[in-house]
């Protein structure tokens, strides 16, 4: 094993007295990414209709990696924006991914989650006691969950 | 937001080189405005690993941030390539892996996969910087051999664990026992590699 210090460029990037402060730079990224919040909802809420759809009655057996792929956009691109959807999504990839062991997907939990993610849509995005009980909800059900 | 980054710190990326590799456009495109944000002038967007590949071959790159949840791997792929396959001194480039669901395993594996850091999503611009400053602060050594390419995991120093030889001449062997003084706090430790005159 060979053990190597490779000078890079980075490392001048902090003695240039030219920079910006860190909260500074901070500060101009989070409103730049603000900047993309329309664009993200469109895609957030055409994820959780499509997992509204494959929920619904007569769709057939789920498929655990598709309800992955769906919860992990909303995870991708709400969290950053309201971090009750972000958490709600989070649990339903746990249930997601432990359905991809066991090789089949709870479809009254899943549903709950769908349910959950639209309820949190249409409140503030804030945290709030209330959101943080419907989360350890979602917690359980997972648990529960084969 | 910005972790252990002392208040005041300033940073100047403007003439540093990012490449951001993502699939997702989206994904892609707020990573995008993070950086620009920081300040990061050259921002080279790609979509796939390939074109990361032939991007790395033709332009001197700082910093690579890349989605770990590409189609077929990919993302682990590339980062092989990076680390074993690579030329000097592109194999050295520093690597921020992005991780949507983070588990456990997942970060191991981006670890293994010789990124520099894991960071999850969603992705926060606090803690985006804070890893990118880690970088430029730090000195980890990168370790190359045939089963690990990548810098070295161990880089908080903990050391062997007691009773097991090390692979490493810089390994100490021996068991150094417990502690018998309580820590010393960061300004004792300033105060001994750095005395100052203090007011009484």
Known sequence: MRRVYPKLRLHNTLRDPLGISVEQAVQRATSEMEAFSGEAFVVVDAAIAKLREMCAPGQGELDPSTVFDQAELVVDLAGLYTPPLCLAAQSLCNLAQKAMQSGSIDRGAVSVHVETLLLLRSMDGKESPTTRAIIDGLVAVVAKAR | ?200
């Open chain 2, 1 to 200: 937001m910005t972790g252990a980054i002392p208040s005041g710190t300033r940073i100047n990326l403007e003439s540093s080189v990012v490449l951001l590799i993502d699939d997702n456009r989206m994904s892609l495109d707020i990573l995008n405005s993070a950086f620009m944000g920081f300040g990061v002038r050259d921002r080279l967007r790609v979509d796939s690993v390939d074109e990361a590949k032939r991007t790395l071959k033709s332009r001197n790159v700082d910093l690579v941030v890349v989605e770990a949840g590409m189609p077929e791997d990919s993302a682990f792929a590339f980062m092989r390539w990076l680390r074993h396959e690579a030329a000097e001194p592109v194999c050295y480039t520093p690597v921020v892996m992005v991780l949507g669901h983070t588990t456990h395993s997942g970060v191991t594996r981006a670890r293994d996969a010789g990124a520099n850091f894991v960071v999850a999503k969603p992705i926060s611009a606090g803690t985006l910087l804070s890893r990118v400053i880690w970088i430029a602060r730090g000195r980890r050594a990168f370790l190359k051999g045939d089963s690990f390419a990548g810098p070295d995991r161990r880089f908080h120093n903990l050391g062997i664990p007691a009773g097991i030889d090390g692979r490493r001449a810089e390994d100490l062997g021996m068991d150094l026992g417990g502690p018998v003084d309580p820590n010393l706090s960061q300004s004792e430790v300033d105060m001994m590699m750095k005395p100052m005159k203090v007011e009484l």
